[in-house]
């Protein structure tokens, strides 16, 4: 007698190998099939969402309830002869220690003669003054 035929499964791959293009798909790291939903062309239309930003969103000044308890103005050093006062920057600090005491430096600001702007400097040891 003679050596038995081979079995074939579907489509003529031998039955071992249930599924061979799964084993193709494994080293290609591809899904298989992929998931189309349907079309939703002739349904209802959901309610366009309200216009305009949520309630409790509207920007707001932060500095609208800044109580300001000292005010210091500081000079520049090293100011160059001929410099004309320009004005002040405000530049607010707020120190907690054991009750809230905000400080406004007042840094004074001069244009040189060369029309460079020469402003003063805050310190450190100044806040703890």
């Known amino acids: 007698m003679g050596v038995p035929p081979v079995q074939k499964g579907r489509a003529g791959r031998p039955p071992h190998f249930p ?11 591809l ?8 079309s939703t062309l002739n349904q209802e239309k959901k309610k366009p969402k309200p ?8 920007k707001r000044r932060k500095k609208t309830d800044f109580l300001v308890n000292e005010q210091r103005i500081i000079e520049p050093e090293g100011l160059p002869e001929g410099a004309t006062f320009n004005g002040y920057r405000e530049y607010d600090v707020q ?20 029309c460079r702007t020469v402003v003063g400097i805050v310190q450190i040891n100044l806040l703890h003054e």
Do not use: H, M, Q, W
């Open 51 to 58: 216009e305009g930003k949520r309630p409790g969103s509207s």
């Open 31 to 38: 899904n298989g099939k992929p998931k189309i939903r349907p």
């Open 19 to 29: 599924c061979v293009s799964y084993l193709i798909l494994i080293p290609k790291k």
């Open 95 to 114: 120190d907690l220690i054991l009750s809230r005491r905000n400080i406004r430096f007042l840094l004074a600001e001069y244009v040189t003669a060369l």
